[in-house]
């Protein structure tokens, strides 16, 4: 049973920025892709990124210039860090496992609980 | 970026209700659509993936659809655990994007 479970502050000051960590068990972050979404109070789903078991990513380009995200392979964690953030970044942020099925079928198949961050002074 | 529109945005339906939810892609997606389940509070569950593949453990209830740019999701007989919040998204591009809800619920 995969299991994923967010970490980091649940207050962040505007222009600091936020940094999660997910802690993945049940399954080696050696394989698979691995994801964060966030969720603003009420609203839809935006999808951030993705980062490979090899390290590489995938940002989304409305975040692109603000976003990292990296692997600590020995501690089946990966993370995020978001820059300069405002009070438009306050979000539940979940982390998530691309799961693969044939050929390019992708999909979000195991999330962690999610984590509210709120950006306020 | 591909928008993925769902409707309808909101919707009442009684236990034992056929619901159906539309979603449409701004560009052909082939049947890269995966369908979500949220309730309040908790994170949300994969129904469907690839259109029209049921996860395991899913209920045989959910059903999906569909290939290019118009798809739906179908739940036969509402259950009183189904009213929740449904949303689409598609997988076929980078970044990924998803619909902006259909919250169904109880008449």
């Known amino acids: 049973q995969v299991q994923l479970q967010e970490s980091g502050p649940g207050l962040v000051k505007p222009s600091e920025a936020l940094s999660l960590t997910c802690t993945v068990s049940g399954r080696s972050i050696n394989t698979y892709y691995w994801t964060w979404i966030r969720q603003p109070a009420g609203k839809g789903l935006e999808w951030i990124g993705r980062i490979s078991s090899s390290g590489r990513t995938n940002y989304n380009p409305s975040l692109k210039s603000r976003i990292n995200m990296s692997l600590d392979t020995s501690k089946n964690q990966f993370s995020l860090s978001l820059s300069s953030v405002t009070a438009a970044d306050t979000a539940v942020y979940y982390c998530?496992?691309?799961?693969?099925?044939?050929?390019?079928?992708?999909?979000?198949?195991?999330w962690g609980q999610g984590i509210l961050v709120t950006v306020s002074s | 970026d591909i928008q993925m529109t769902q409707s309808p945005s909101s919707l009442s339906a009684s236990v034992g209700d056929r619901v159906t939810i539309t979603c449409r892609a701004s560009?052909?997606?082939?049947?890269?659509i995966n369908w979500y389940q949220q309730k309040p509070g908790q994170a949300p569950k994969l129904l469907i993936y690839?259109?029209?593949s049921l996860r395991s453990g899913v209920s045989l209830r959910f059903s999906g659809s569909g290939s290019g740019t118009d798809f739906t999701l179908t739940i036969s007989s509402l259950q009183p655990e189904d009213f929740a919040t449904y949303y689409c998204?598609?997988?076929?591009?980078?970044?990924?994007?998803f619909g902006q809800g259909t919250k169904l619920e109880i008449k």
């Open positions: 998204q598609q997988s076929y591009s980078t970044p990924y994007t």
């Open positions: 690839a259109a029209s």
């Open positions: 560009q052909s997606i082939s049947s890269d």
């Open positions: 998530a496992r691309v799961g693969e099925g044939w050929g390019t079928v992708t999909f979000f198949d195991y």
